[in-house]
């Protein structure tokens, strides 16, 4: 408060000097009557002797308006001011509390005094704390964008929005006037533009692709994996080629800010453009550092899911060329869920099993139900294996019907795992190999009967052989008669091949050897008569022979031998307890004699 009375000049000072707030006492004329020591420090820059002189000229850079309120506390008013601003000789910006008011001796205002206190400090501090508060507001408030932003990408399912939404977002978290999103094309190196807002035809047809080498903005930007910032279009060298079309687009900053996944492939980039020199803030840049893995996170599931769609795609054509293979080729197929535990059967698989499609659901069960007995233990235990190691499943067995009939099945199928290791999923095939089997056991048998007839076949060669040559005069005889009798077998043999199914009677054995010495029309020189006497296939080559033999000699030295010779030849069968005979005769100028073969009472058709 002003003083009402001054006390005497040397117990003011006293009392002043010691005061431990900054006060000035001045008269009239505004010279200094006293002043503490904290004014001295504060505002008088260092000054110590100061009494009587000016106020003014001590401190000079008093403001007119402090000049003003002096006058008025000396007309006998008191004034107060609180975080008063002003400028010190220094340059040096201060802010001071003050209150003014007049001191009195005698009844007269003898001049004023003045209380001052340098709050510089508190209000800086003050300003640097609100400062700071607005920092963290509007970085809060930018951080809340930032996250909207993210959350808005993320729902979104659609790659060509979400590059939308990712371009607007880079706009507002820069404050930029537009913008576009490249994206990569790994196959030729290039970026191509996915998405722009603002841009120029012109702009957009030359920028249309980009390569990684050139010194673009963007072409640094994906080279480099860095973010490229670009305050001044103009000022920037290496963008010397592409500014006449950068400055005909209106942009004169630039921010290229690479897209690249987790590991560091590159995706795309992200820029913003400016109409004016700019540079973005470091916070700015951070955030948007934060959004590019936002945006290489969205664009990463964009390409996952575009893949787990064709895959998906592929498996699904896959399965339906697979599905109509199987039904053409009328294969058995099953599909287990192991991780649900369902089954699922084409009709076959029902059908194989003795099953009416539909008549059960499809489970482990019903399957192993079906496989016969003596195979269940083996073609369990098999599957168990093929699961167990990792390893296809292939096996062989019968399967009993309701109806008793038994088929066999070869089955093949895979197991399918997951990244743990635990089994997911089982797709197999099962064929009906029944006649499969049926045809490989007539063809042993076949083999067998072949073996049999090769080995009969081979001994009577070798009999014809040695009779041969027991009864030949010469070589040359020998090999004569020798061939003659093996054309003769070569007949019963080719005979014997073209009716395997069928018994071959006795009038088919001479006929077929009388045709072989050239007698065709056998109406003329020979007779034949006989029963259809059917013959064991083990007695045809050795009766064939006996004819062959006995007809050679009726053209060589009997009635075939002349122009006027006639033969006969006729055959019968007779019958006796448990074996019939077949009497086979001719007559003619030389008789043939007579030939006796046992004969089973009862012909059967079967080739065997």
Request: glycine share 6%.
């Amino acid at each position: 408060m002003p003083l009402q009375k001054l006390p005497d000049e040397p117990q003011l000072r006293a009392i002043i000097k010691q005061a431990p707030v900054a006060i000035a006492v001045f008269g009239r004329e505004m010279r200094y009557l006293a002043a503490s020591q904290l004014w001295l420090d504060n505002f008088c820059e260092g000054e110590r002797k100061v009494l009587g002189r000016s106020h003014y000229d001590v401190n000079p850079e008093i403001p007119q308006r402090w000049k003003d309120v002096h006058k008025r506390a000396l007309a006998g008013e008191t004034i107060r001011q609180d975080d008063d601003q002003f400028q010190s000789l220094d340059g040096r910006t201060r802010w001071v509390s003050w209150e003014v008011g007049p001191w009195h001796r005698d009844g007269e205002i003898g001049g004023i005094v003045i209380f001052a206190d340098d709050v510089t400090a508190r209000v800086e501090a003050e300003e640097a704390v609100r400062e700071s508060n607005a920092k963290l507001a509007a970085e809060t408030k930018a951080l809340a964008r930032l996250y909207e932003a993210g959350s808005r990408l993320w729902q979104t399912q659609d790659l060509h929005q979400g590059l939308d939404e990712m371009l607007a977002a880079t706009i507002e978290l820069l404050g930029a006037d537009m913008g576009s999103v490249q994206l990569w094309e790994a196959e030729r190196n290039v970026l191509l533009i996915a998405a722009q807002r603002g841009l120029r035809q012109e702009f957009l047809e030359f920028f249309r692709e980009v390569s990684v080498t050139d010194e673009s903005a963007a072409g640094r930007a994906m080279r480099t994996g860095e973010t490229v910032v670009i305050e001044d279009v103009e000022r920037d060298e290496p963008l010397a080629p592409f500014r006449p079309v950068i400055r005909a687009a209106g942009s004169r900053a630039i921010v290229s800010a690479p897209v690249l996944g987790h590991n560091g492939a590159r995706l795309g980039v992200l820029a913003a453009h400016f109409r004016s020199p700019h540079r973005p803030s470091d916070s700015e840049l951070q955030r948007l550092k934060l959004y590019q893995h936002q945006a290489a996170n969205f664009i990463e599931r964009c390409m996952n899911e575009k893949t787990l769609r064709e895959s998906e795609e592929r498996f699904r054509e896959s399965e339906e060329r697979l599905r109509l293979a199987v039904e053409a080729s009328r294969m058995a197929m099953w599909d287990w869920d192991m991780r649900t535990g369902k089954i699922t059967w084409n009709d076959e698989q029902y059908h194989m099993l003795g099953y009416r499609v539909g008549e059960v659901e499809p489970d482990y069960a019903a399957w192993a139900t079906r496989v016969h007995p003596d195979d269940r233990a083996a073609a369990e235990a098999e599957l168990a294996s093929a699961l167990r190691e990792h390893k296809k499943y292939l096996n062989e067995y019968r399967i009993l019907r309701p109806d008793g009939s038994v088929q066999w099945s070869v089955a093949r199928g895979e197991f399918y795992y997951d990244d743990t290791g635990q089994p997911i999923r089982m797709l197999g095939l099962a064929e009906d190999v029944t006649e499969t089997r049926q045809q490989a056991e007539r063809q042993r048998v076949l083999v067998a009967e072949l073996q049999h007839r090769t080995r009969n076949l081979m001994a009577v060669v070798q009999s014809v052989a040695h009779q041969t040559m027991e009864t030949a005069k010469s070589l040359e005889d020998f090999a004569n008669r020798f061939d003659r009798r093996l054309e003769a077998l070569s007949r019963v043999q080719n005979l014997l091949s073209r009716n395997d199914t069928q018994p071959i009677a006795v009038g088919a054995l001479v006929g077929m050897e009388l045709e072989a010495l050239g007698f065709a029309d056998l109406g003329k020189k020979v007779a034949i008569a006989g029963p259809e006497v059917p013959l064991r296939k083990s007695a045809v080559q050795i009766l064939s022979l006996a004819i062959h033999e006995l007809a050679t000699n009726a053209l060589k030295y009997g009635a075939l031998a002349n122009e006027d010779g006639r033969l006969s030849a006729t055959w019968g069968s007779k019958t006796r307890s448990r074996t019939g005979a077949c009497c086979l005769s001719g007559s003619s100028a030389a008789s043939w004699g007579r030939c006796r073969l046992p004969m089973p009472s009862v012909v059967a058709t079967d080739a065997h």
